[in-house]
Nanobody, 114 residues
């Protein structure tokens, strides 16, 4: 059974950092392109960062230069380092394959507020 478990979210002040983690199980993690998605209240889920099985990365314009995605295939884990956070980054963050083949996890809430 494939499972994705996100963690690391929380409340952070504008300009602060957070690091999200996503542990995958039940899948051959290393062969999948992976991504971090987010969904803000009243908005559609969007892909904000992706990393290929070869570790090439791509970012949405809204997070480029502030977010960094990485992966550790030995730990079946993908990370999202978020710096210079803005209130508009507030959302539930999810990881999944790209495209999203896997069942969604519960996500982790990120709230950016003073």
């Amino acid at each position: 059974q494939v499972q994705l478990v996100e963690s690391g979210g929380g409340l952070v002040q504008p300009g602060g950092p957070l690091r999200l983690s996503c542990a995958a199980s039940g899948m051959i993690f290393s062969i999948f392109n992976m991504g971090w998605y987010r969904q803000a209240p009243g908005k559609q889920r969007e892909l904000v960062a992706s990393i290929t099985k070869g570790s090439s990365t791509n970012y949405a314009d809204s997070v480029k230069g502030r977010f960094t995605i990485s992966r550790d295939n030995a730990k079946n884990t993908v990370y999202l380092q978020m710096n210079s956070l803005k209130p508009e980054d507030t959302a539930v963050y999810y990881c999944n394959s790209v495209p999203s083949f896997v069942s969604w996890g519960q996500g982790t809430q990120v709230t950016v507020s003073s």
